[in-house]
């Protein structure tokens, strides 16, 4: 199942980074990246692979939350179906 | 790919706007679980509700997580105990109120309907029994809601049935007076109830529903109301009915895929989602809120009939093509203590109890939630039933009576409740006594609109 991952909050360095070594880490392939940064206000969102992720979708996110809290940004993972059922008719 | 711009939407919805699926109701039937032995017959019942909602909490908390979409409320609904109590010897019903509180507290559901009676024509056997163990039933247990649906379109209003019911009311909540009379929370009062809501305290799974399903409640009052004050500035009432239409359908479409989703996990069929602006007393999820926003002072100011009509309206237009099956109530709520909007146009005195009632008119439901004064007369409880239940029976809707008399307190006082049901302020009602009116018994026949073959 692919998954979307957004990363919300104030640009700094290293974000991108640390999101995706903790994908990497749990052998989560990224699909897809896009990223926009509107005044100081860093909007990140990714699609990912998470059928071959070698940790739970718990874990993942907890991780990606600990990614959030030290990069001072709020992240969600979210089945993708979410957005297509609300946004694709 | 999907558009970033749609992406952020949802989670603003999510984070900041209040946006949840508030219930997903397992509807289950009791109807084999009937036995002239009442114990035997709770035994049924229990295992039954059991067995069948084992994985209810959980699916509901795995798709939460996964969606990260909040699923607030795992409810259960059962067929109507009047009827299964219906053959057994013994008068004592109320034991079937604790068979279902301690499947509700094994299976971690926080409310259980279906302590019911159908009654809108006539008493069967076991619904006379059931409707005067109810004060008791809802006292004794925590979790057990109630209801009893006293009129219909097709069969009039059965004022017998209302009369009682202004007495069980009453009776409610002087037996759970030490806990701010909540038991008259747990108790509703229908005219035209619909067999598949999943929405309490009104849920009940009728009888011509599969063995069990499972239905959604959407939710989401904050969500349009921040729509309205984001885009909704300057545009004409046309605009208006687009936008909320538009959000309603965001909303729905959610709803529609968790109900899909729970569905195939649970191996139950997927009865309905329910279409319901639902508010919760948090700041922002509120009915009153999005009237406010459209250009009323106030809620309950001349005007807030005609926005409530247009937003019932809207909210229908747009989730009913966001969803394969709709029922329930599908409307907007205006249960008045678990609405922010509405507790402080009540305390500023500018929402009365008459006010309200013409609401109904337009919206989902009917009197949700009001807290009126301790020495209130059952009469009168019975003639605000019958008033809400006429309203509901000429316009072939669904209507409801939720009254809670704070007993001890007067008008302009509070009754806290806390969580969900909120607080409220205790509202006055009308002067002049309409004890004879309701004493008279009988059957109000059924209108016009009931001949439609």
Known sequence: MKAVITVIGKDAVGILAKVSDACAKASVNIVEVTQSVLQDMFAMIMLVEIDKSTVGFDELRENLNAVGDSTNTKIHIMHEDIFNSMHRI | ?453
């Open chain 2, 1 to 453: 790919m999907l558009e970033t711009k749609d992406i952020l939407e949802t989670i603003n919805m999510i984070d900041n706007e209040n946006l949840d699926v508030r219930t997903i109701t397992m509807g289950i039937s009791l109807l084999d679980c009937i036995d002239e032995d009442i114990d035997k017959a709770c035994v049924k019942v229990y295992d039954k509700i059991c067995r069948s909602a084992k994985e209810l909490v959980k699916t509901g908390e795995d798709i939460e997580r996964e969606y990260g979409i909040p699923i607030i409320h795992k409810r259960i609904s059962v067929t109507p105990i009047g009827m299964v109590a219906a053959p057994c010897q013994s008068r004592n019903v109320v034991k079937f109120a604790r068979a279902l509180d301690k499947a509700a507290k094994e299976l971690g559901v926080n409310f259980i309907g279906g302590y019911s009676a159908l009654v809108q024509k006539g008493f069967a056997s076991g619904d006379y029994a059931l409707i005067e163990s109810i004060p008791q039933a809802l006292a004794e247990t925590d979790f057990v809601c109630s209801s009893v649906n006293i009129g219909s379109t097709k069969a009039g209003i059965n004022m017998d049935a209302v009369k009682m019911m202004g007495r069980i009311v009453k009776q409610s909540a002087e037996l759970t007076a030490d806990k701010n009379c909540i038991g008259a929370a747990k108790l509703v009062v229908f005219c035209n109830a619909p067999e598949d809501n999943p929405f309490m305290a009104g849920a009940f799974h009728g009888v011509g529903e599969a063995d069990t399903v499972i239905n959604v409640g959407v939710s989401g009052p904050g969500v349009v109301r921040a729509a309205l004050a984001k885009n909704g500035g300057g545009k004409d009432i046309t605009e208006i009915a687009d936008l909320v239409k538009r959000t309603a359908f965001k909303i729905t479409r959610m709803g529609q895929l968790v109900a899909r989703e729970a569905s195939k996990r649970l191996c139950v069929p997927f009865g309905i989602v329910d279409l319901s602006l639902a508010p919760t007393p948090a700041v922002g999820d509120s009915v009153a809120y999005i009237l406010e926003e459209m250009g009323l002072e106030t809620c309950g100011c001349h005007g807030t009939t005609a926005a409530l009509a247009l937003l019932n309206d809207a909210v229908k237009k747009g989730g009913v093509m966001a969803s394969s099956h709709v029922g329930g109530l599908s409307g907007a709520f205006i249960p008045v203590s678990e609405d922010a909007g509405m507790i402080a146009a009540a305390e500023s005195g500018r929402l009365d109890i008459t006010k309200l009632e013409s609401m109904t008119a337009v919206c989902s439901v009917g009197l949700d939630m009001i807290v009126v004064p301790g020495d209130i007369t059952p009469e009168t409880i019975s003639a605000i039933i019958a008033d809400e239940a006429a309203i509901g029976m000429v316009n072939t809707k669904t209507t409801a009576v939720r009254l809670i008399p704070a007993i001890g307190k007067k008008a302009g006082e509070r009754l806290e409740f806390g969580g969900l049901l909120g607080a409220g302020p205790v509202m006055p009602v009308r002067e002049g006594s309409p004890e004879v009116f309701i004493n008279r018994g009988g059957r109000i026949p059924a209108p016009l609109q009931a001949l439609k073959n």
